[in-house]
């Protein structure tokens, strides 16, 4: 499979979720490596890289997942502490949070 890369994705098109739910198998790992996601969005990660998934791009993809495969069990990965905030904690917990609705049958 192709990876689909961030700096090719237009920000306010949504249209390459739908060719990267459709090269998926039946049955998917969901993981959410949180590098992925710009850092602006949640800067506690592993390897902060500019230009990331938007927090909405990452939730629609995780509701077209679950609407169209069976997630069988998911993860969420690379969230660093940064002392004095819990934005990246609380974000990567709204997305737990999205993975559970919208994946969970």
């Known amino acids: 499979m192709q990876p689909v890369f961030?700096?090719?994705?237009?920000?306010?098109?949504?249209s390459w979720?739908?060719?990267?739910?459709?090269?998926?198998?039946p049955y998917?790992?969901?993981?959410?490596?949180l590098d992925g996601l710009d850092?602006?969005?949640i800067p506690g990660t592993g390897t902060p890289e500019p230009g990331g998934l938007s927090y909405r791009q990452l939730v629609r993809l995780i509701r077209?997942?679950?609407?169209?495969?069976?997630?069988?069990?998911?993860?969420i990965t690379e969230l660093a502490k940064?002392?004095?905030?819990?934005?990246?904690e609380?974000?990567?917990?709204?997305?737990a949070t999205k993975i559970?609705?919208?994946c969970i049958r």
């Open 28 to 33: 998917v790992y969901l993981t959410v490596d």
């Open 90 to 95: 609380f974000t990567a917990a709204k997305i």
């Open 6 to 14: 961030a700096h090719d994705i237009d920000p306010a098109d949504f």
């Open 64 to 75: 077209a997942v679950g609407e169209r495969r069976t997630v069988v069990a998911a993860d």
């Open 39 to 41: 850092p602006a969005v």
């Open 100 to 102: 559970f609705v919208n």
């Open 82 to 88: 940064i002392a004095g905030t819990q934005v990246s």
């Open 17 to 25: 979720i739908d060719s990267v739910v459709e090269r998926l198998p």
